[in-house]
């Protein structure tokens, strides 16, 4: 049985245990919950916060030790990066009006006057929010786990080993193993989900009743609806006005890789048939296709990022705080640079979340209120993501054509 399945199936007979228990056998609920429920859902919380800080740097350093090479950061990589970062930053700004304009979380009814906050999660200055990026001790930041100075940090190592080169093969290859053995170790996390799933969502249902299952669906509503805005308005219109193409003939075209997205929830996963479909089907010079797509599924992650737009606010509406403008630039600061160093296989959107509350201050046990839902929006978001790939593929092939449609010769990526 796949796990998508597996999850889905946590997540219903979850719901179902905690309306039972909920609405007949409240004290039983109780005893449930503290020797049953709540154990499986830190243990898995745990499994995922144990992984935070190591996936970051790991995945953020490879990506820049890919992205730094002075061969790829040409013309071609200029307009490629450029369209990602500006595409992921109106993904989460569209994330965030949404959240704030539908308030998912205000309603639910939940009692949180035992929720525990780091210390110090009061939002500091704008200038010392920037200053503060740079660590001045790169291993207490990751002691800390303060990911906007490890992020740095590892951008900066990514670099340097990129432009070293031949010195630093060492290096880098010691990077590329301990991001492998990262993804592995989420594949065998996420082999825990359908049990977090359960345990997490009958605790909340258990507790909150049917007032939780609406917020979450609500949750679940505006996630949809940020990813469809997206992937219909920025990259509709951009294909629209840079490449001139039809919108619609450029999402008909790609369906068939979008479908196989949806499917698998793997952006890396996709990849071979997401070139296919651009080359064949929208006429993208292999020679594009095979930089830019690749490079999409390592650092473009606009569903991933609208994910944790929403999510953030809906748990912050959830525990009734609310965010200051900085907390708000660096959740879109935090948010877009996690993308760079999100995998394109899939849970790791949630260990980003995790990185993203963590930063802003909020409880990373919240997770628990979109755990169950977040499978099929990673379907979904997978979809999204990899059409913005492919719609930046067209666009810089379009704007190849005025350099005599022989764009500069570029490596293919390592995937």
């Known amino acids: 049985m796949k796990l998508s399945v597996q999850i889905i199936i946590g997540l219903i007979l979850g719901i179902v245990v905690g309306i039972v228990l909920n609405l007949f056998a409240p004290g039983a609920f109780e005893v449930i919950d503290k020797y049953v429920l709540n154990p499986v859902g830190t243990l898995f919380l745990n499994l995922i916060k144990m992984l935070v800080v190591p996936i ?9 030790a890919g992205i730094g090479d002075p061969k790829k950061l040409g013309r071609i990589g200029g307009k490629t990066i450029g369209y990602f970062l500006i595409t992921t930053t109106i993904a989460i700004v569209i994330g965030l009006i949404l959240a704030y304009a539908i308030q998912p979380g205000a309603g639910g009814g939940f009692d949180t006057a035992d929720a525990t906050f780091e210390e110090g999660s009061g939002a500091p200055p704008v200038v010392e929010t920037i200053l503060n990026i740079i660590p001045t ?5 990751m002691a800390k786990g303060d990911m906007l100075q490890i992020i740095a940090f590892a951008v900066f190592v990514g670099f340097a080993v990129a432009i ?6 060492t290096v880098y290859r010691f990077l590329e193993e301990g991001n492998d053995i990262l993804m592995y170790l989420v594949n065998i996390v996420m082999l825990t989900a359908p049990y977090g799933a359960f345990a997490l969502i009958a605790s909340a249902v258990g507790s909150f009743g049917i007032d939780a299952l609406q917020a979450m669906g609500l949750y679940f509503g505006t996630v949809l609806l940020a990813l469809l805005i997206h992937a219909v308005l920025t990259y509709g219109s951009s294909i629209a006005l840079l490449s001139k193409m039809n919108p619609l003939a450029f999402f008909k075209g790609f369906a068939p890789a979008m479908s196989v997205a949806f499917s698998t929830s793997s952006s890396s996963g996709t990849l071979p048939v997401s070139m296919k479909t651009a080359q064949e089907n929208l006429k993208v010079p292999k020679q594009i296709s095979s930089f830019v797509q690749p490079l999409g599924a390592t650092i473009n992650m ?4 609208i994910m944790q737009g929403v999510a953030t606010i809906f748990i912050a509406q ?3 705080i609310e965010l200051t403008l900085v907390q708000l630039i660096t959740v879109v600061l935090t948010a877009v640079l996690a993308s760079i160093g999100t995998a394109g296989v899939p849970g790791v959107g949630l260990i980003m979340l995790a990185m993203v509350l963590k930063q802003v201050g909020l409880p990373v046990e919240a997770i628990g209120l979109v755990l169950g839902v977040d499978r099929l929006l990673d379907m979904t978001r997978t979809a999204v993501n990899i059409t913005g790939d492919a719609a930046c593929a067209v666009i810089v092939a379009k704007s190849e054509e005025k350099h005599g449609g022989k764009p500069q010769h570029i490596p293919d990526m390592d995937i």
């Open 56 to 64: 970051v740097f790991f995945s953020i350093a490879l990506g820049a």
């Open 137 to 141: 001790n790169p291993v207490d930041a």
């Open 164 to 169: 070293l080169k031949e010195k630093t093969k």
């Open 302 to 305: 606009d569903g991933t990022a």
């Open 318 to 320: 959830v525990y009734g």
